[in-house]
């Protein structure tokens, strides 16, 4: 796909959303943070239900870390892995109490070494809690990524980092919540719906659908 293309589906998909967001809801970059680290493997439907009722109970690092593992699990049981999750947000509240004065830091390597975060968690808060042009590859962007030749890659890391290679400055700040949405919404995995998507005509996929 040459540049010209690209810049005409992100064109395209800025003027359809021209300020694109995550689904999780949040109101600070901790409970974002707290949202992303809920979601692995899990519905962002599901996870805004759990958290819909822990936010206003507890909202930050010492409010969760006085909850305790036990604690936290009763408002997340419904999301899946939550035994995990919750060992590990219990966790990260205590290293953000003990490192970072209760404060998510806006930097990869100190976000990356709290438990529970990896790589996309991080691009996902740098980018939706902090503005920066971070790119977070997650199914749906693979997905969408490769399926229309937009920025192939054989893993997540192949396609963000060709991503960040191609996709204009003016775009990076959002090109994850469009390809993110594109994917959940239009392209998705088993019938794409390429009759209703408006950059199918730039969309490079071979086996396109009526739908």
Same mark, same amino acid.
């Given at each position: 796909?040459?540049?010209?293309?690209?810049?005409?589906?992100?064109?395209?998909?800025?003027?359809?959303?021209?300020?694109?967001?995550?689904?999780?809801?949040?109101?600070?970059?901790?409970?974002?943070?707290?949202?992303?680290?809920?979601?692995?493997?899990?519905?962002? /439907? =599901?996870?805004?239900? $759990?958290?819909?009722? @822990?936010?206003?109970?507890?909202?930050? &690092?010492?409010?969760?870390? !006085?909850?305790?593992?036990?604690?936290?699990?009763?408002?997340?049981?419904?999301?899946?892995?939550?035994?995990?999750?919750?060992?590990?947000?219990?966790?990260?509240?205590?290293?953000?109490?003990?490192?970072?004065?209760?404060?998510?830091?806006?930097?990869?390597?100190?976000?990356?070494?709290?438990?529970? /975060? =990896?790589?996309?968690? $991080?691009?996902?808060? @740098?980018?939706?809690?902090?503005?920066? &042009?971070?790119?977070?590859? !997650?199914?749906?962007?693979?997905?969408?990524?490769?399926?229309?030749?937009?920025?192939?890659?054989?893993?997540?890391?192949?396609?963000?980092?060709?991503?960040?290679?191609?996709?204009?400055?003016?775009?990076?700040?959002?090109?994850?919540?469009?390809?993110?949405?594109?994917?959940?919404?239009?392209?998705?995995?088993?019938?794409?719906?390429?009759?209703?998507?408006?950059?199918?005509?730039?969309?490079?996929?071979?086996?396109?659908?009526?739908?």
């Amino acid at each position: 796909m040459n540049k010209e293309k690209r810049r005409e589906i992100l064109t395209r998909l800025r003027a359809a959303n021209p300020e694109p967001t995550t689904e999780l809801n949040f109101s600070s970059p901790f409970e974002l943070l707290v949202a992303v680290t809920l979601s692995a493997q899990a519905t962002d /439907v =599901g996870v805004n239900k $759990a958290t819909d009722k @822990l936010f206003p109970v507890a909202n930050t &690092p010492q409010a969760i870390w !006085d909850l305790g593992v036990d604690g936290l699990k009763k408002y997340i049981k419904t999301i899946g892995l939550f035994n995990t999750k919750a060992e590990n947000v219990i966790k990260a509240c205590r290293m953000l109490l003990d490192l970072h004065s209760g404060e998510v830091p806006e930097n990869r390597e100190a976000l990356e070494a709290l438990p529970g /975060v =990896g790589r996309k968690t $991080a691009n996902v808060v @740098l980018n939706t809690a902090f503005g920066w &042009p971070t790119i977070a590859v !997650d199914t749906h962007i693979y997905r969408v990524s490769n399926r229309t030749k937009f920025a192939m890659g054989k893993n997540v890391d192949q396609v963000e980092q060709k991503l960040l290679k191609v996709v204009p400055a003016e775009f990076k700040v959002d090109v994850h919540h469009w390809l993110i949405l594109h994917g959940r919404y239009t392209c998705v995995a088993r019938k794409p719906r390429c009759g209703s998507c408006i950059i199918e005509d730039l969309c490079e996929f071979k086996e396109k659908t009526e739908i």
